[in-house]
C-alpha cells in the first residue's frame, strides 16, 4: 500500500514539472509582437533587417513600463541591441562577439594596453595581449591603438568572428627602428637598423654583477665602452673622456648622471626603460658628444592600469607607480631614497669608503680628527603621456637628482676643542616637453623643449685656520628643437632647427683672507640639419646622410659637420657597415685642483671661450663586419677618429702634468671583435678590443705620449642564462691597466717638485675582476608578482688600482698614494610588483 502511495505522488510530481514548464514556454512570445504593441502604445519605429527577428521570443512585457524600461527588459532576454536614432525611430541589431591576441608583427610579442574602441564599446588587452569585446552589429567599425604602432581601423566584419585569433601591429617607422641583430650580446640588447645597439628592459635577461636595470652599468659590456675609473660617471667610449659624450634622458641633456659621485646611475631603472648607444654616423638632430651618446628613454605606451613596484636593495628604496587618467592619458613617478638615514648595510660602508677614498673625508691633515660623517642621495621622476586624438601626442618630464655628503672636522685651536663641518652636494632639476603631430599618412613633426639645472656645491671648512671656502659650479641650459619628417617611397627626410641657451658659472669663495670670484659665461648656439634615409625594395641595402650647420653666435663661429652612414647585407649571413661622422660640443669638464670639492668630485663643467678653451671637434670613420648564423653572430669593426680642441685640465691627470693648462688633440685607432653563442637557454659572448690612443700637446715636454684612456687591450667574458622564473649570470672582465707617470729614477725632486719621467710611460697593473648574479622571478597570487636577486662584484677581491699620485712630505719624502676600485661587494635586491 505504501509503495503505491509512493509511485501516486511521484507521478504527481512529473506531471507538476512538465505543466509548468510546458507554461513557462508557452508564455514566450514572438518578439515582433511585443514590438508591435510597444510600436502603438509608445508611437515610435523600429528599423531592422527583415531575418534578425525571426525565431525570437521573449516573455511579454508589462504594459505599465516607460518605453526605456521596455526597451531593457527585451536586451535582457535577447541578444537583441536597440540604439536610438531619433526621438521616434530606434534601430535593431543582434550583439556580435570579438575576441583575440594583439601582437608586435615585429617581434611576435603580446602588447598589452592596447585599446580596442568601437562607438558603444570599449576593451584593454592584458599581460597576454588577449581582448574581448561585445559590439552591436558586423557593421561596427573597431579602432585598435597602441602607442608605437600604427592604429588600424577596420569594420567588424574585417576580423574572425569564428575563434579568438592574432592581430599583428606594425611599428610606427619614426618612433623605433626595426631589430638588425636580436639579442647582440644577451636578451633586451638588440642591434637596430639605424645603426644604433638598444637596451630594452621589459625584454633584459641579466649581466653579471648587476641585479639592478642600470643603464649606465649595462652600456659598459658592450665592445670598446669602459669605465677606467669603474665609475657611471667616468664612462669611456672609444677613448674619450666622460664629457665627450652625450647624455639624454628623453631628449634632456643631462650633466649629472650618478649617485654615490659616480658608482651608480642617477637615473631611476623603474621608469627608465630603454636606451640607446651610438659611437658614430649620429644622426644630424643630435649635437654635442664627440665621442659617443647614451640616449635613455621612459615608457612610450600609455598605459590606463594601475601598476606599482616596490623595491629595496643593500643601498637604497625605490617606488614606482604607473596611473591611468582615462584612456588617453597616463601619468608614471618614480623615486629612490638612500637607506643611510635608516640602516647602514655592509654594502653601503663599501661604497661610501670608495668615495671618499684618499679624500679630505676620509684622511685630513695631522691634527684634525673627521666624525660623524654621512651620506645621503635621492631622485624623483615624472613622465606624463597624453594622446588627445590619433594625430597628437604629448609628454612631460621631470627629474629630480641629489647627493649630500657632510663630516666634521674637530680639532684643538689654542687649547681650545672647535669643531667645524664640511660639506658637499650635488643635485640637477630638469623638465621636458616633446609634442609630436602627425600631419598626414607621410608627414610628422616634433617638438622638443627642455631646461636643465645643474649645481655642485662644496663647503671646506679649515678649523686649523678658522677658514670657510665655498665653491660652486652652475649649468643651466635650454633648448628649443623641431624636427620634421617625410616619407616617399623607400626614402625619410629630416629638416629641423635648434636653439640651445648655456650658462655656466663657477664661484670661488673664501671668507679668511677675504677672497671672491665668480666667472658667468653664456654661449647661445644655433642648428640647423638635414638629413635622407634610403632603404631599398629587398632592405638589403640602406644608407643614412645629412649635414648639420651650427652657428655659435659669441665667437660668430660656423661649424659644419656632415654624418653618413651605409649597410650592405650580402645574402642572408652577413652585413657589412661603413660610417662617418663630424661633430663638436661647446662644454667641457675641467680639473683645476685635485682637493677641489673636498677632492671627492673635482670636475666642474666649463664652457669654450674658443682660446684656451677651444671648441672640442671631432672626426671619426668605422667599418664594420656582422655574421649570423644557427645561434652565433660575429660582430667586427675597426675605427680611427681625432677629436681636436682638448685640453690637460679635461683630461685627469693625477701626476706629470696635473697643473698644466694646455690645449692639444689626441688621435684613437682601434678595432672591436665580439662573438656570441646561443644554444638553449644560453647566451655566452667573448668581446675583445683593441685601441691605440695617443696625445699631442705642441707645447708640452713631451709633445707626443699614451692618451690617461689608453686601455690597449680589453677583454670580457660572459655567459647568462635564462629559465622561466630564473636569470643567472657569470663573467670576467680583464684589461690592460691605465697609463700612469712615475718620477724619475735618482732625480725625484727638483726645486721643490715632484720631477716625472716621460709622461704615461708606466702602466698600473692589469685589471681583473669576476662578477656573478642571480634573479629568482615568483608569483604571490592574482594580483602580486615579486622577484628576488643576488649579486657578487669582484668575487676574488683583487686589489685593482684606478689612479696614482705623488706628494712630497714634511721630510721632503716623495709618497706615493693610490686608488683603489671597489672591493669584494654583495647586493640583493627584493621587488614586489602589484
Not at 680639473?591 to 666649463?606: A, C, H, M
Request: proline letters at 2%; a negative charge; hydrophobic letters at 35%.
Amino acid at each position: 500500500m505504501g509503495r503505491t502511495k509512493f509511485h501516486i505522488f511521484l507521478v504527481l510530481c512529473i506531471v507538476s514539472i512538465c505543466k509548468s514548464h510546458g507554461q513557462s514556454t508557452g508564455n514566450k512570445i514572438p518578439v515582433l509582437e511585443v514590438l508591435e504593441q510597444i510600436s502603438s502604445q509608445h508611437a515610435v519605429v523600429f528599423n531592422y533587417e527583415s531575418h534578425l527577428l525571426i525565431d525570437v521570443t521573449v516573455m511579454p512585457v508589462s504594459q505599465d513600463l516607460s518605453l526605456a524600461a521596455k526597451i531593457k527588459n527585451i536586451e535582457q532576454q535577447s541578444d537583441l541591441i536597440f540604439e536610438k536614432v531619433s526621438h521616434l525611430v530606434y534601430s535593431i541589431s543582434r550583439a556580435v562577439r570579438l575576441c583575440g591576441y594583439i601582437k608586435d608583427s615585429e617581434s611576435k610579442h603580446p602588447l598589452s594596453g592596447a585599446t580596442i574602441r568601437s562607438k558603444n564599446a570599449y576593451a584593454l588587452t592584458d599581460d597576454n595581449g588577449f581582448f574581448e569585446i561585445v559590439l552591436t552589429s558586423k557593421n561596427a567599425n573597431v579602432t585598435i591603438r597602441h602607442l608605437g604602432f600604427k592604429t588600424i581601423e577596420r569594420q567588424v566584419t574585417y576580423f574572425d568572428l569564428e575563434a579568438c585569433g592574432t592581430i599583428s601591429m606594425f611599428v610606427q617607422k619614426e618612433l623605433i627602428a626595426p631589430v638588425l641583430i636580436e639579442t647582440y650580446l644577451v636578451k633586451g640588447i638588440d642591434k637596430r637598423q639605424d645603426w644604433t645597439t638598444s637596451i630594452d628592459y621589459h625584454k633584459f635577461s641579466l649581466l653579471p654583477g648587476l641585479i639592478e636595470s642600470d643603464v649606465l652599468q649595462t652600456v659598459q659590456a658592450l665592445p670598446s665602452i669602459l669605465s677606467v675609473d669603474e665609475t657611471v660617471s667616468n664612462i669611456n667610449i672609444r677613448g674619450g673622456s666622460n664629457d665627450q659624450n652625450l647624455i639624454l634622458w628623453d631628449d634632456i641633456k643631462m650633466y649629472q648622471t650618478g649617485h654615490f659621485f659616480g658608482l651608480i646611475s642617477s637615473f631611476n631603472p623603474l621608469i627608465t626603460q630603454n636606451a640607446s648607444v651610438i659611437n658614430n654616423g649620429s644622426d644630424v638632430s643630435l649635437t654635442d658628444g664627440v665621442s659617443g651618446t647614451i640616449y635613455m628613454q621612459t615608457d612610450k605606451q600609455i598605459d590606463s592600469e594601475f601598476k606599482g613596484i616596490f623595491g629595496l636593495n643593500f643601498l637604497n628604496a625605490e617606488l614606482f607607480s604607473n596611473i591611468g587618467i582615462g584612456n588617453k592619458s597616463s601619468i608614471q613617478v618614480a623615486s629612490r631614497k638612500s637607506l643611510d638615514d635608516f640602516l647602514r648595510t655592509p654594502t653601503y660602508d663599501v661604497y661610501f669608503e670608495r668615495v671618499i677614498q684618499e679624500t679630505e673625508a676620509d684622511n685630513n691633515v695631522a691634527n684634525v680628527i673627521n666624525s660623524n660623517q654621512e651620506f645621503d642621495f635621492y631622485d624623483a621622476s615624472l613622465r606624463w603621456l597624453y594622446q588627445p586624438t590619433d594625430k597628437d601626442f604629448l609628454r612631460f618630464n621631470f627629474i629630480l637628482i641629489n647627493n649630500n655628503l657632510g663630516f666634521n672636522e674637530t680639532a684643538n685651536v689654542n687649547d681650545v676643542s672647535q669643531t667645524r663641518r664640511s660639506r658637499i652636494s650635488q643635485n640637477t632639476l630638469a623638465v621636458g616637453l616633446n609634442y609630436q603631430r602627425q600631419w598626414t599618412e607621410k608627414f610628422s613633426s616634433d617638438i622638443n623643449i627642455y631646461n636643465n639645472e645643474y649645481k655642485l656645491e662644496a663647503l671646506n671648512a679649515d678649523v686649523l685656520n678658522n677658514q670657510l671656502q665655498l665653491q660652486e659650479n652652475i649649468v643651466s641650459e635650454s633648448s628649443v628643437r623641431i624636427n620634421n619628417l617625410f616619407e616617399a617611397n623607400r626614402w625619410r627626410y629630416h629638416l629641423g632647427y635648434q636653439f640651445t641657451e648655456t650658462e655656466v658659472i663657477n664661484l670661488n669663495d673664501i671668507d679668511l683672507p677675504r677672497f671672491v670670484r665668480r666667472d658667468e659665461e653664456i654661449l647661445r648656439e644655433h642648428g640647423v640639419f638635414g638629413q635622407a634615409w634610403y632603404k631599398n625594395s629587398n632592405n638589403d641595402f640602406s644608407v643614412r646622410a645629412g649635414v648639420r650647420a651650427n652657428y655659435l653666435t659669441r665667437f660668430k663661429k660656423t661649424i659644419v659637420e656632415p654624418r653618413v652612414s651605409i649597410r650592405k647585407s650580402i645574402g642572408a649571413h652577413i652585413d657589412i657597415e661603413a660610417q662617418a661622422e663630424f661633430k663638436h660640443q661647446s662644454t667641457s669638464q675641467i680639473v683645476n685642483f685635485q682637493n677641489d670639492f673636498l677632492g671627492i668630485e673635482k670636475r666642474r663643467w666649463q664652457l669654450t671661450d674658443n682660446d684656451s678653451i677651444p671648441v672640442l671637434q671631432s672626426k671619426q670613420v668605422s667599418l664594420g663586419f656582422m655574421y649570423k648564423n644557427k645561434g652565433w653572430f660575429l660582430d667586427a669593426t675597426s675605427y680611427f677618429k681625432i677629436v681636436d680642441g682638448i685640453t690637460t685640465q679635461s683630461q685627469s691627470f693625477t701626476t706629470k702634468y696635473e697643473f698644466a693648462k694646455e690645449k692639444g688633440r689626441y688621435n684613437a685607432y682601434g678595432f672591436e671583435f665580439l662573438c656570441r653563442k646561443t644554444f638553449h637557454n644560453f647566451n655566452s659572448w667573448l668581446s675583445y678590443s683593441y685601441i691605440n690612443n695617443t696625445y699631442t700637446f705642441e707645447t708640452l715636454e713631451d709633445i707626443e705620449f699614451p692618451s690617461n684612456f689608453d686601455i690597449t687591450h680589453s677583454v670580457t667574458l660572459g655567459s647568462t642564462f635564462s629559465h622561466k622564473s630564473w636569470n643567472i649570470s657569470a663573467g670576467l672582465n680583464y684589461r690592460t691597466g691605465n697609463p700612469t707617470s712615475i718620477p724619475l729614477h735618482g732625480s725625484e725632486i727638483i726645486d721643490d717638485d715632484v720631477n716625472f719621467d716621460r709622461a704615461n710611460n708606466e702602466r698600473l697593473l692589469n685589471y681583473l675582476r669576476i662578477d656573478a648574479s642571480a634573479v629568482y622571478k615568483f608569483k604571490i597570487n592574482n594580483r602580486f608578482k615579486s622577484e628576488i636577486g643576488a649579486s657578487i662584484w669582484n668575487i676574488s677581491n683583487r686589489e685593482n688600482f684606478i689612479n696614482n699620485y705623488y706628494r712630497i712630505n714634511e721630510n721632503n719624502v716623495i709618497e706615493k698614494f693610490s686608488r683603489n676600485s671597489l672591493e669584494l661587494t654583495a647586493n640583493a635586491v627584493f621587488r614586489i610588483y602589484f
